[in-house]
């Protein structure tokens, strides 16, 4: 084969546009936070990410079924193949576009409930700060209604992607994140302010719409039709459903929430330290995630075939490169705060040693997440117990130790809880799932 044949088949893999994703993401994120230290002030920089913070509560309506319709359709597809505009063929065509449509009916009336409680409630809440001089009223509203539109298009990607279009899904993400971030930093430069935090939520429902409407049109009659097969999501979705839905609550509750926390006990400029160094060691978490997210599908078709060592071989090759990536990226962007440690540029994030607690808590996080996506697999959710009692530690925690010790308070609260319960609990539920689980 020559190089050429060899570079066109390294650019039709599934794991160059995932990489390609999440290295946009991250080199994106870089420079999203140089512009907003550039051309934000601290106070607005606060506004920012809580804005993003709070609107993140749509995780909460999406209640788990994004990542509960990967291993739903991964099941549902096996032995589908794919006709004119994305129409699915085979035996299981009906099933999969009954799938498809009841998805696409419940995320039309979670972002209803979404708008009807998250706008007026992000309203009341930004109101309570009394500032005058910042412009927040429309772009809140914007915000809402393209997050909400967001929703919308979520289930087309998601079901593709556990069917298998894995390259597909990934190349209309990817162009997502670039014009999304393209706009935010065009906003962010000519002084639009909190008018940047819309773009990627704008352009995530333009660009899925558009590819829809011109290349999936197929997809958009089925969501609508009646395929004439009665889907059971009670038994074949909702157990699972719910499950992961507490368990998304839980990890809002952990992480995002605590900028609104922030934002509301210690003052905007705070907030905004902790969002913009929160975004660094997340973006390093989803880069280092890249290998296992690429074979959600693979491991789920895997379980119904029961080949468990194709499975297991998968699962510690990509789970030992993330560990590495992570690894490797952490000791680089500790080095790289040191270097800068004393100029103003350090002080818009947080001090080193909390800097340092993030960066453990998110690898704890990387590999009980590995862990959850592996045992998901078998359409089980065995962590969310672990889940719910380490987010019943975490939350009055946070809220004491934030009142008494601020940001050092908080990430104590978090390193520990994650640290000496979450993680043991889970390697050692894994573990025994694992096993059990194929006898």
Not at 96 to 122: E, H, N, Q, T
Not at 143 to 150: D, E, R, Y
Not at 323 to 337: E, K
Not at 403 to 410: A, L, P, Q
């Amino acid at each position: 084969m020559s190089l050429s044949e060899i570079a066109y088949a390294g650019v039709r893999s599934p794991l160059f546009f995932i990489l390609s994703l999440r290295l946009w993401q991250g080199g994106a994120g870089l420079l999203t936070t140089l512009l907003i230290l550039r051309f934000l002030t601290p106070e607005l920089q606060g506004w920012y990410y809580s804005f993003l913070g709070v609107a993140a509560l749509y995780t909460l309506f999406d209640l788990g079924l994004s990542a509960v319709l990967l291993q739903v359709s991964a099941h549902t597809a096996v032995g589908l193949h794919w006709g004119v505009k994305y129409s699915p063929c085979g035996g299981s065509a009906a099933k999969f576009s009954a799938l498809l449509g009841k998805a696409v009916r419940w995320y039309v009336l979670m972002a209803i409930v979404f708008l009807l409680l998250v706008l007026p409630g992000g309203y009341w809440f930004f109101s309570q700060q009394n500032v005058s001089t910042v412009a927040w009223h429309w772009p809140w509203l914007a915000l809402c209604l393209f997050t909400a539109g967001s929703m919308v298009a979520m289930p087309f990607l998601s079901v593709l992607e556990g069917a298998g279009q894995i390259l597909v899904v990934y190349r209309v993400r990817l162009v997502q994140a670039v014009l999304g971030s393209l706009c935010c930093w065009y906003l962010l430069v000519v002084g639009a302010e909190l008018w940047a935090t819309v773009m990627v939520s704008m352009l995530a429902v333009l660009c899925t719409s558009g590819w829809l409407l011109v290349r999936a049109r197929s997809l958009l009659a089925l969501a609508w039709a009646e395929s004439g097969v009665l889907y059971d999501w009670r038994n074949e979705v909702w157990p699972l459903q719910w499950r992961l839905g507490v368990s998304w609550l839980c990890s809002y509750m952990i992480t995002q929430i605590n900028i609104p926390i922030l934002f509301h006990m210690k003052g905007a400029v705070l907030a905004g330290q902790f969002g913009l160094s929160l975004t660094v060691v997340n973006t390093l978490g989803l880069i280092s995630s890249s290998w296992i997210a690429r074979h959600i599908p693979v491991m789920a078709q895997a379980v119904v075939e029961k080949n468990w060592k194709q499975i297991d071989d998968i699962f510690f090759r990509d789970l030992g490169l993330s560990i590495v990536v992570f690894a490797v990226g952490a000791m680089i962007l500790l080095f790289g705060y040191l270097l800068i440690d004393g100029s103003p540029l350090v002080t818009r994030f947080l001090p080193f040693w909390p800097f340092v607690g993030l960066f453990v808590y998110t690898f704890v996080n990387l590999l009980v997440a590995a862990w959850a996506t592996y045992l998901r697999s078998f359409r089980r959710e065995p962590l969310l117990l672990p889940m719910v009692f380490c987010t019943l530690l975490i939350v009055p925690g946070v809220l004491v130790a934030t009142h008494w010790y601020s940001i050092n308070g908080m990430i104590a609260v978090l390193d520990g809880v994650y640290l000496f319960v979450l993680l043991p609990v889970s390697w050692t539920i894994w573990r025994r799932c694992k096993i059990d689980w194929r006898s």
